[in-house]
């Protein structure tokens, strides 16, 4: 699918040609890794997931995303971000995020043998660089980001591929 | 109780809370009886029959930088454990599973309940060790003699099992094939003793397999669980806790543990109890990550600690009076 769709939007004409329309709503496509490590916690892991990506003025967007996460068991991650991109073609985007881990993980117990909560939570920044907006819809390649619990949990992410088609 | 969790974790979000402790009088009689040095003494018993025995044939099992596998040995231990168990009144027994040359000798003894027969609380350690095998395991297997000797003195409401598990350092084909067997099918709780008896108290003496945090000392036992498990640790923990008898480091791998980075924490014999659900401890120094003598021929006795060893035997043995429930 997402081949595809980067394919198709490669070879779409360019963002000028497009008529100007307020407001958007895209379905993403995403491959990414999280790691999120703290005393507490280590939890995250690499896979994919869909979500929606809304666009106001070509320049604001809001993104919801739930993906799934394999390498340290069955982990359930769900993303907002808020953000704003350059207009054009190449459209770099930076976020404000808000990122929730559930599922398995690895935790360490406190000395009373309490748990960490549920979910591992982070609020951070992602950097886009490599986005590019295109009539059929998008492509973000590489976007990086970090984040923390504000516990000293670290939180980081690596977006393969971010993929959105237009309607 | 896991749909509450999960119906937790899907609304609000939160901490799952650990299980209340019950009365700990009882139990804590079985920790005072513990003989600080009993534990070394059969340690060094136990490592200087490795020493002396004939080794395992290691035909398809190469040698490497962490694996000698031509130094492995159990003979001694497997009749240790089995004539000690049955000299403290034991049903003993010795149960021959696989096929040569990888025949498993697996050693049972059992100290039936007075009114749950039918729910066991399993201590195991492994009996085969290369070279002298001090503290991998002859530290394990020291320890769950000097705590079936506490226990045999006392009668509890479940069944104890003690097992002396073979050919862990062979794949774990001995707990393998005793779990898949269905043996393991009545056990409601298993603390697996692996490497229980090397501590450091420097900085920089704990290491750590990516993604774990065990800090930088290592001066702690370790305890590993998963999600089948992970009321067991926290019972663990509010015992040492209330009694401060050893300090600790929990660490819980999601669901079965059995997954990419968490493959460390399924090397001994938990690992095949994780894998058929059932509630399984590893409780470990934590081997080649402190201990600089791991799979060395000087994995000796006088690498050890010994009051290290007679508090993990306290806990042991008091943990095993909550969960089998002593009888006052």
């Known amino acids: 699918m997402i081949p595809a769709l980067l394919f198709a939007a490669l070879n779409g004409p360019l963002t000028p040609a ?16 999280v790691l999120f490590t703290s005393d507490r916690v280590t939890a995250g892991g690499a896979g994919g997931g869909v979500g ?31 953000g704003a991109q350059r207009p054009g073609t190449w459209s770099p985007a930076a976020f404000g995020t808000f990122g929730a881990l559930f599922g398995d993980r690895v935790e360490f117990l406190t000395g009373d043998g309490r748990r ?20 059929e819809g998008t492509v973000s390649l590489v976007e990086a980001g970090a984040g923390t619990d504000f516990g000293g949990g670290l939180w980081l992410e690596l977006t393969i591929i971010q993929a959105g088609v237009r309607f | 109780m896991k749909e509450l969790a999960l119906a937790c974790t899907l609304l609000v979000g939160c901490a799952p809370a650990a299980p209340a402790l019950p009365d700990l009088e009882a139990a804590r009689m079985l920790g005072r009886e513990v003989s ?14 490795h020493a002396a025995d004939p080794k395992l ?11 000698p596998s031509c130094e492995l040995s159990h003979d001694s231990a497997i009749r240790t454990v089995r004539e000690t168990l049955e000299s403290l009144g034991y049903a003993t027994r010795v149960e021959a599973q696989g096929e040569e040359p990888l025949v498993a000798y697996n050693v049972v003894g059992e100290h039936p309940g007075t009114d749950r ?7 195991a350690a492994h009996v085969d060790a290369f070279y002298s095998g001090a503290d991998d395991n002859s530290s394990g297997v020291a320890v769950l003699l000097e705590v079936a000797r506490v226990a045999s003195a006392h009668r ?43 501590a450091d108290h420097r900085q920089g003496t704990q290491d750590a397999p990516p993604g774990l945090r065990l800090g930088d000392v290592g001066d702690s036992l370790v305890i590993a669980a998963n999600g089948d498990s992970v009321e067991l640790a926290q019972q663990m923990l509010a015992i040492d806790d209330e009694l401060d008898i050893v300090p600790l480091r929990v660490v819980v791998a999601g669901g079965s543990g059995a997954h990419f980075f968490t493959g460390p924490l399924l090397r001994s014999d938990n690992g095949p109890f994780w894998l058929r659900g059932r509630p399984a401890l590893m409780l470990t120094d934590t081997a080649n990550y402190r ?34 429930e002593v009888t006052p």
């Open chain 1, 18 to 33: 497009e008529p100007p329309r307020r407001l958007t709503l895209s379905p993403l496509f995403v491959q990414n890794a």
């Open chain 1, 52 to 82: 929606l990506e809304l666009e106001l003025d070509r320049r604001f967007l809001a993104q919801a995303d739930v993906e799934v996460l394999l390498t340290l068991g069955n982990t359930v991650m769900s993303r907002v971000a808020l």
């Open chain 2, 291 to 324: 201990n600089p003598h791991y799979h060395a021929a000087g994995d000796l006795p006088e690498t050890l600690d010994s009051d290290f060893l007679d508090a993990v035997a306290t806990l042991v043995a008091t943990t095993i009076g909550v969960l089998a």
């Open chain 2, 117 to 123: 027969a039918s729910e066991v609380v399993l201590v």
């Open chain 2, 57 to 67: 044939p290691c035909d398809g099992f190469p040698e490497e930088a962490l694996y």
């Open chain 1, 116 to 135: 960490p909560p549920i979910p591992t939570w982070a609020l951070g920044l992602r950097v886009a660089a490599l986005r590019f907006r295109l009539r």
């Open chain 2, 36 to 49: 600080p040095g009993a534990s070394m003494v059969r340690v060094e018993a136990l490592a200087a029959d």
């Open chain 2, 156 to 198: 509890f409401h479940r069944t104890l099992r003690f097992v002396g598990f073979d050919l862990e350092e062979r794949g774990a084909r001995g707990s393998t094939r005793y779990v898949n067997a269905g043996f393991a099918d009545d056990v409601v709780a298993a603390l697996v003793l692996e490497c229980v008896g090397y």
